[in-house]
């Protein structure tokens, strides 16, 4: 079976760091390219980062620039997204999502966790 499974939410104050975690089973994560996005409460679903499968090329929104990094582990078959200078606005679900480019285009993203929460608190 196919699945996806973000770990490493929490509840964090502002200017805290986490490391979310996004792991596969069923599937090899180095084949695709992964996405994280979010939603905030009230909000619409946003991209946050993407790293491709080809060259390891990353992409982030200019939210997360400068603040999150994104890499893969190829021996654990994860791909982390660490959050460093959290701010209360960053504060959302996190999903990863599996698709065969970055793209910040939804309906593109074949496999989606079930979400992770981080909280910032002010």
């Known amino acids: 079976q196919v699945q996806l499974v973000e770990s490493g939410g929490g509840l964090v104050q502002a200017g805290g760091s986490l490391r979310l975690s996004c792991a596969a089973s069923g599937f090899t994560l180095d084949y695709y390219a992964i996405g994280w996005f979010r939603q905030a409460p009230g909000k619409e679903r946003e991209g946050v980062s993407c790293?491709?499968?080809?060259?390891?090329?990353?992409y982030y929104a200019d939210s997360a620039r400068g603040r999150f990094t994104i890499s893969r582990d190829n021996a654990k078959n994860t791909v982390d997204l660490q959050m460093n200078s959290l701010k209360p606005e960053d504060t959302a679900v996190y999903y990863c999502?599996?698709?065969?480019?970055?793209?910040?285009?939804?309906?593109?993203?074949?496999?989606w966790g079930q979400g992770t929460q981080v909280t910032v608190s002010s």
């Open positions: 999502a599996a698709t065969w480019e970055c793209t910040w285009t939804q309906y593109q993203y074949d496999y």
């Open positions: 790293i491709s499968s080809s060259d390891g090329s990353t």
